[in-house]
Structure formats: structure tokens, C-alpha cells
């Protein structure tokens, strides 16, 4: 899942240590993250302990499922998922910038019983790659773990406990996971795969096929985020940079796949519990690139509000079922 050989201008940080004894271990991985968050808000995450079979399972799967006829895939579209937005969407069927996107995906979230609250409850598997299924929940539960170790060493560079978003704003985060096909899409300087933006929550853990794509805003212009075998991509999410005032940097990007090939991507979201409101921790204010995180209210609320942009069809389903 990756190029061997392949360097990138973003850091690379073994997370193992977060999971030692050693203080000295963690204070330098703490170091490390910090360093990164204030920077570019992206970082290579290595010593994650996710193993490469199952990662490998999870790429076959997919595969599998994105190779059927679409009338198939449209068994499980998000349609049928209704306010659990789960489910697969053609083609063009997000906007992640305003315009459709030059990719289909399937969304998944934490598996729960059918509930009152949207975005919650079951998740859509395909009859005809049962596989899938086994290989996403046992991922969900891995990565949930390494987004909980990266977040503490979040925290212990901010000078707080390790332990300070495990027993607060994460301690029940809201997991969000996507697998992204992106076709094989002739150049246009004007087609992207995702346009440019940034994530809603805390923490993005980014698994990426062999075919790179994504890019990086920095303050010298647009950088390659290249995949690296056996790392995730890492990047800090609107709440934790407005939990720190912009001192730590939720940054924009995009994806363009111009490899010539279909690409896959796996993107993991660790957020906010649901109900949490996330004011902001005692750093000096900074200033974001648009503007657009301040919010009152809850985490749950707010994602909401995003939600209504990037499905506006599935948000007006969604509008229709509540209590008049």
C-alpha cells in the first residue's frame, strides 16, 4: 500500500513510544506531533501496530466491491441507509468543494443498533463481498485505538495529561470511515478527484493505495503527499484547530488522481463525541484560511451543518423525517 523510495516533504513520526513506559520516548514523539500540527497539520504516522494482512483484506474487498455493475452496488446506496448515512454514492454523488466529485465510496460509521440520531446506527455491507464486512469493523477497531494514541500525544504537546481527550472530548468519539474510488481520469486542470478542503473533526488517519494524489496547501504553495509503505497519512481536523485557537493548523488539500490508474483511498475520522461542544483551549487565537469554524452548540450539530453541503440531497431526506 505504498512506494518504497518515495520521499515527502512531511515528517514521519513512530507513534509506538505513546504506548511505552518511557517519558522521555513520549515527551519526543509529543515533540514531534506538535512540531508537525503547528506546521503543516499533516504527518506520516509509523508504529501503529495495524497489521498488513488485514490491511491488504480490507484493499481486496474493496476492490471486489468497486469491480461489481453499479446496479449492484446500488443494493446498499445511501439512500436505503437513511439518517445513519451509510452506504455507497456513484460518481459525482458528493461535493466536497460545491462541484461533484471525480470519485464513487461507500461510508461507514461505528456499527449500533437503528436510532433517533442521524449520522448513528447500522452500517451497509454488500451480499456479494461478505468479506467487507469482517475486514471494516475489525479495522474500525484498530484504528479507533491509534487515534486514541495519537491523540495523546497531541496532548502531552500541548502540556496536558495523555489522557485528556481519551476521558473527555473522545472518551465517546464519533467514528467516521470512507472508501474512496477514484477511475482512472484523463488530465484536466480543472477535475479534481476531491477538491480542495479541510475535515470537520479532530484526527484523519489516511490509508492510500499505491497510487498517489493527495496534496498539501503549505505556505510555499501546494505539496505531494505521496503514500510511504506501512503508514497512515495524518492530518488535524476544524475542532482541534479550534480547540488551540489556529495554533495547531487544520489544513487544506485535495486530491488529483493522475497516476492513469483507479486509485483507492481509506479515510479514517476520529471526531468529537457527538454531544460534546468544544470550546477552545487557552492558546492564542489564530486565524483560519476561510473563516468557517467558529460555531456554537455541539460537535454533532456542526457536523450536521456540513453534512447539508456535501449530500444536500440525502440532508433534505433527512429534514423530511424529523417531527413537525
Known amino acids: 500500500m505504498g512506494n518504497n523510495g518515495v520521499m515527502s516533504e512531511l515528517p514521519v513520526v513512530d507513534i509506538a513510544p505513546l504506548l511505552g513506559e518511557d517519558e522521555e520516548g513520549k515527551a519526543a514523539v509529543a515533540a514531534a506531533i506538535g512540531a508537525a500540527c503547528r506546521d503543516n497539520g499533516f504527518f506520516y504516522v509509523t508504529g501503529h501496530g495495524v497489521p498488513a494482512g488485514l490491511i491488504a483484506d480490507l484493499d481486496a474487498a474493496a476492490r471486489r466491491f468497486f469491480a461489481l455493475p453499479e446496479p449492484v452496488k446500488n443494493e446498499i446506496a445511501m439512500d436505503r441507509g437513511g439518517r445513519a448515512w451509510r452506504g455507497f454514492f456513484p460518481v459525482g454523488g458528493e461535493l466536497t468543494s460545491g462541484r461533484p466529485d471525480l470519485k464513487e465510496g461507500i461510508y461507514f460509521g461505528a456499527e449500533e443498533p437503528p436510532g433517533p440520531l442521524p449520522l448513528h446506527g447500522p452500517n451497509l455491507f454488500p451480499a456479494q463481498v461478505p468479506e467487507l464486512r469482517e475486514a471494516v469493523l475489525a479495522y474500525l477497531d484498530l484504528m479507533t485505538g491509534v487515534a486514541q494514541t495519537v491523540m495523546s500525544g497531541v496532548a502531552l504537546s500541548l502540556g496536558l495529561a495523555e489522557d485528556y481527550f481519551r476521558t473527555g472530548y473522545t472518551a465517546d468519539p464519533t467514528i467516521l470511515f470512507r472508501i474512496f474510488h477514484y477511475p482512472p481520469a484523463p488530465p484536466d486542470p480543472e477535475s479534481w478527484g476531491v477538491g480542495e478542503h479541510t475535515d470537520y473533526g479532530l484526527l484523519t488517519l489516511l490509508l492510500q493505495d499505491a497510487n498517489g494524489g493527495l496534496q498539501v496547501r503549505t505556505g510555499d504553495g501546494w505539496i505531494e503527499a505521496p503514500p510511504l509503505e506501512g503508514t497512515f497519512v495524518c492530518n488535524i481536523g476544524d475542532m482541534l484547530d479550534k480547540l488551540t485557537g489556529g495554533h495547531y493548523r487544520s489544513t487544506p488539500h485535495r486530491v488529483r488522481n493522475r497516476s492513469g490508474n483507479e486509485r483507492l483511498s481509506f479515510p479514517f475520522f476520529f471526531d468529537p463525541g457527538w454531544d460534546s461542544e468544544v470550546p477552545p483551549l487557552p492558546y492564542a487565537p489564530g ?38
Open 287 to 324: 486565524h483560519r484560511w476561510d473563516g468557517q469554524v467558529d460555531f456554537t452548540g455541539t460537535y454533532g450539530e456542526y457536523l450536521l451543518a456540513k453534512v447539508s453541503k456535501v449530500f444536500p440531497r440525502l440532508f433534505e431526506t433527512l429534514d423530511d423525517e424529523r417531527p413537525r
